[in-house]
């Protein structure tokens, strides 16, 4: 897979993409990453890439024209068509399921906005989707950018030392995740529910499975409500609602012990 990031700020693209997972998936060659700047395809002498909106108002908008010229030459940097994505407040929210579907695309072209945003008309002419990766807004689009390379990233094939986290991550399924416990020389075993020291597979992956429904409907009821539930997980969530009223201390914070 390759991504191409249209951003002012190239060097802060390459930074983000050096640590952790994601850079040792570059490093391996799992998935490559590029950054191009819009400033390097801007004409005149300034190398102007954003004017004052039409009609007025505060704020600046980036011209059409470099960001054009600069996605042409991205994309023929490969022969591969690529899907282009512009990071915007405005865009759909970004979730782990549009995550999956856009780390099976073999090329992708993320436009990072600055400034009051893009041009409507380059928008209208040359993107695909707008994503969104949450209700607030930010300085401009290259740590959103970041967010969707990292979360892509660490989802090739390879990128993980075990492919399973990945399906075991909060939202996979449409669930948060389960609480996790390791072995800490300060506290040894205490506080750690039972059934993770019973050497039970069985038992373990059902409580597993109880807490993420009942973190879930905790935390995200949102999340819960979108889903059918089938007879065993209903159960298991019923058990863990009754556990929980019976506590009686009126706490919405979730221990995670059973």
């Not at 570059?26 to 909106?53: I, K, M, Q, S």
């Not at 300060?186 to 409580?207: F, K, N, Q, Y």
Request: proline residues 6%.
């Amino acid at each position: 897979m390759r991504i191409d990031v249209l951003t002012l700020f190239p060097d802060f693209i390459r930074q983000c993409v050096q640590v952790g997972v994601v850079g040792r998936a570059l490093e391996r060659g799992l998935f490559a990453v590029e950054a191009w700047n819009p400033r390097d395809y801007a004409t005149d002498n300034y190398r102007r890439v954003d004017d004052r909106p039409f009609g007025g108002g505060p704020g600046m908008v980036m011209l059409p024209e470099p960001l054009s010229a600069c996605l042409e030459a991205a994309r023929a940097a490969a022969p591969e068509p690529a899907r282009v994505v512009y990071l915007s407040p405005q865009g759909v929210p970004l979730t782990q399921e549009k995550v999956r579907q856009l780390a099976a695309i073999p090329r992708l072209m993320l436009v990072c906005g600055r400034y009051e945003g893009l041009d409507e008309r380059f928008i209208d002419r040359e993107v695909d989707e707008e994503l969104s990766i949450g209700d607030y807004v930010i300085s401009g689009g290259e740590l959103a950018a970041a967010v969707l390379i990292d979360a892509i990233g660490r989802l090739q094939d390879g990128a993980l030392n075990d492919a399973e986290s990945a399906a075991q991550d909060s939202f996979e399924g449409g669930l948060l995740d389960c609480p996790h416990y390791t072995r800490s020389d300060s506290m040894g075993t205490e506080g750690v529910p039972p059934v993770l020291l019973s050497g039970d597979h069985a038992a373990i992956r059902r409580w597993r499975r109880q807490q993420s429904l009942g973190r879930t409907w905790l935390r995200r009821p949102d999340l819960l409500a979108r889903l059918e539930l089938g007879k065993q997980d209903a159960t298991l969530l019923a058990a863990f609602q009754t556990e929980w009223a019976g506590r009686g201390d009126g706490s919405r914070k979730d221990s995670g012990e059973s």
